[in-house]
């Protein structure tokens, strides 16, 4: 018998036979040059429904208790912030903020479709000098979360044409961290950290290129306020010919942390509180040691936030620079407090380490003067442990004790400037 020379003829059904035509296409299925025309899909669906119909419907009331039961076990803001107590020393005034967002957050995705009240996302902005616990604030809250949640940097972005990101790319981290499930990323929050790094250069519009800046603010608006957006699956540049995946924004929560470093001049030129001749203007009540507490919108728009953004960003909250005490509470208190990461390195070799206070109260006099905040913290200890790190685990020791003069001697051999007490 002569071979059909026709596509279609060869195209069969492997169910019933059927060749394509006008209202019966055919489904290529895994297994090579094998086919199901769309009637027969059709009748598998319906015997499937047929045979699985009562397990279904009890899935579906499975389904629905579970989503009664997950509302009652959301953590109130209470909780939330006591969980942030227990790894992030201070800042109540951000864990307070961050607490109800999340919580809003939360009852947001459990609201009805069909309720007549929209619960709008607040999406939240955070400043804070380097090393005061905002990515750790962050990364803290994403173990409480039972929606996926990922922390993405904007100092990569760049405008589209550009060498670097796209904007669309930060949330392909986001649907990583979901298994690339659409709908359960939708629900998701994202972290956008170091997002004063977008600043634009002036507080005028840029009449040139601003590839890092203003463009990528431009970028974000549509992320922020709720849109569908076009994801590459594995980040980076999109190109025509590749594959995107849509994902509605519009429950994504998005919070924003950055130090604007310099911010403080702005606020306190908008409290008049400079240096003018040889006598401060400073008005009544105003605490010189931490402008920060007096951020406001205003004050991010001077800094180089554009108004659209600022206003996409309606929760605005700052984090106190850390005082002595609180650099001290950061060096033992948390759960993965510093010293209790070397107590459980040192305790694996069987040896107990001991810090003496006033070696302790050294550390966090260094902090200061290094003004490196609570990161200067590690990179201090680091640099008094590192001998003991390396020949401790050769030798036949059980115990070690670090003391004030141990410890400066191994500051001034890593090169730290150091001085005499």
Do not use: W
Request: proline share 5%; hydrophobic share 40%.
């Amino acid at each position: 018998m002569a071979k059909k020379k026709s596509d279609d003829q060869d195209m069969r059904c492997a169910f019933c036979g059927a060749i394509p035509d006008a209202t019966n296409i055919m489904v290529p299925s895994p297994i090579s040059n094998v086919y199901i025309c769309s009637e027969c899909v059709d009748h598998i669906q319906e015997a499937v429904r047929e045979f699985t119909g009562g397990a279904a419907s009890s899935s579906d009331k499975a389904k629905a208790s579970a989503k009664v039961q997950k509302l009652k076990e959301i953590p109130k803001p209470a909780e939330i912030c006591e969980f942030l107590n227990s790894y992030v020393i201070g800042q109540e005034s951000a864990k307070k903020y961050l607490s109800v967002a999340v919580y809003n957050h939360y009852k947001r995705l459990a609201q009805n479709a069909d309720d007549e009240v929209d619960i709008e996302k607040s999406n939240i902005i955070m400043v804070g000098p380097t090393g005061t616990g905002k990515t750790l604030l962050a990364k803290t809250i994403a173990r409480l979360l039972d929606v996926p949640f990922t922390i993405v940097d904007a100092t990569v972005l760049t405008e589209a044409g550009y060498v670097g990101e796209d904007i669309e790319s930060l949330l392909t981290r986001l649907l990583q961290a979901a298994d690339y499930n659409v709908e359960k990323a939708e629900k998701g929050i994202v972290f956008i950290d170091e997002i004063d790094k977008i600043a634009r250069k002036g507080d005028n519009p840029s009449i040139t290129r601003d590839v890092s800046g203003e463009g990528v603010q431009q970028g974000l608006l549509k992320l922020l306020e709720g849109s569908v957006v076009n994801v590459p699956p594995q980040g980076g540049r999109k190109h025509p010919e590749q594959r995107m995946i849509p994902v509605n924004t519009k429950n994504i929560l998005f919070i924003c942390g950055g130090a604007f470093d310099g911010i403080e001049r702005k606020i306190a030129q908008r409290l008049n509180s400079h240096v003018v001749g040889y006598t401060n203007s400073v008005r009544p009540g105003v605490n010189r040691d931490n402008f920060l507490q007096y951020v406001a919108p205003q004050d991010l728009k001077s800094f180089g936030l554009i108004p659209e953004i600022i206003g996409r960003l309606p929760i605005l909250t700052h984090l106190d620079p850390l005082d002595r005490d609180a650099l001290r509470r950061v060096l033992t208190e948390p759960k993965n407090a510093i010293i209790k990461q070397y107590h459980k390195l040192l305790e694996m070799d069987g040896v107990e380490l001991e810090f003496e206070s006033a070696t302790l109260d050294l550390i966090v006099d260094k902090a200061i003067e290094y003004k490196l905040g609570a990161r200067g913290l590690r990179s201090i200890v680091e640099s008094i442990m590192i001998d003991a790190m390396y020949e401790i685990p050769s030798q036949k020791v059980k115990n070690f004790t670090v003391t004030p003069d141990y410890a400066l001697e191994k500051l001034r051999n890593a090169n730290f400037e150091v001085n005499n007490l």
